[in-house]
């Protein structure tokens, strides 16, 4: 009787593993290739709202409510006061938007503003640097702080916003 020698370890796991090894390497070929098919069919307009929930979802109401924060206008005013005292500000432009609101005529400017606003102070037509503070009472309003300094340097625009409301 011939008697067989005791496999070792290693030898079993080759064993085991070489049968293992093509469909293993199969899958991994089949699930490359499926993740290829779908990032191609996700970059068509048809194959978005096949495969996303999301993009057939978009633009309509969830259960017929619209949350609050989209349909709230919330609106708000805030100051802006010269840190200077004595600054020449007849030329400084406050802007929402980019677009001019105000201009100072004395120390300090209100503007209105919205969820979103971004406000700066254009002090682009005097030389040297201008500070300003942000001030507001109103305790919807999460950014800017009040009390908020901002510095506008030679031809540049001091940003205030975004403004940001409480949910």
């Known amino acids: 009787m011939e008697q067989r020698r005791q496999q070792t370890y290693e030898e079993r796991f080759l064993r ?11 899958l991994i070929l089949l699930g490359f290739a499926l993740i290829l098919i779908g990032q191609m069919a996700l970059s068509t307009a048809a194959g978005r709202q096949f495969l996303s929930a999301t993009d057939r979802m978009e633009g309509q109401r969830a259960n017929g409510v619209m949350p609050a924060a989209a349909t709230e206008k919330s609106t708000a005013n805030i100051t802006i006061r010269s840190v200077e005292a004595d600054a020449p500000l007849s030329k400084v432009w406050v802007k929402v938007n980019g677009v001019p609101s105000a201009a100072f005529q004395d120390e300090e400017v209100t503007v209105s503003v919205h969820q979103g606003d971004v406000v700066t102070v254009d002090t682009s037509e005097l030389p040297g640097v201008y500070r300003f503070e942000v001030d507001h009472d109103n305790p919807g309003i999460s950014y800017p702080v009040p009390g908020m300094l901002v510095e506008a340097m030679e031809g540049q625009l001091a940003e205030v916003g975004p403004i940001h409301f409480m949910k």
């Open 16 to 26: 085991a593993y070489e049968r293992l090894e093509k469909p293993l390497f199969k």
